[in-house]
């Protein structure tokens, strides 16, 4: 699919949407998706998340190219 102006939206709504399913335990605390200023079809992501009950705080960055 091309890309849009919705493109970083919908990536980011699914995501979050995925994550509420499959993975309840995990708490995103900032999720960022921005498009590469080279490469119109590639996309950074950024997660800042922590899981409660293990008491962890953690990151994870991320490049997808579409």
Known sequence: ENYS???SVSLKEEALAQTRK???FLS??????????T????F???IKYSIESLNVLDEL???ITK
Not at 39 to 42: A, E, H, K, L, P
């Open 5 to 7: 102006s919705m493109t």
């Open 22 to 24: 499959y993975m309840p």
């Open 28 to 37: 995103i605390i900032d999720f960022n998706v921005a498009q590469s200023n």
């Open 39 to 42: 490469n119109i079809n590639q």
């Open 44 to 46: 950074y992501i950024y």
């Open 61 to 63: 960055s991320f490049v």
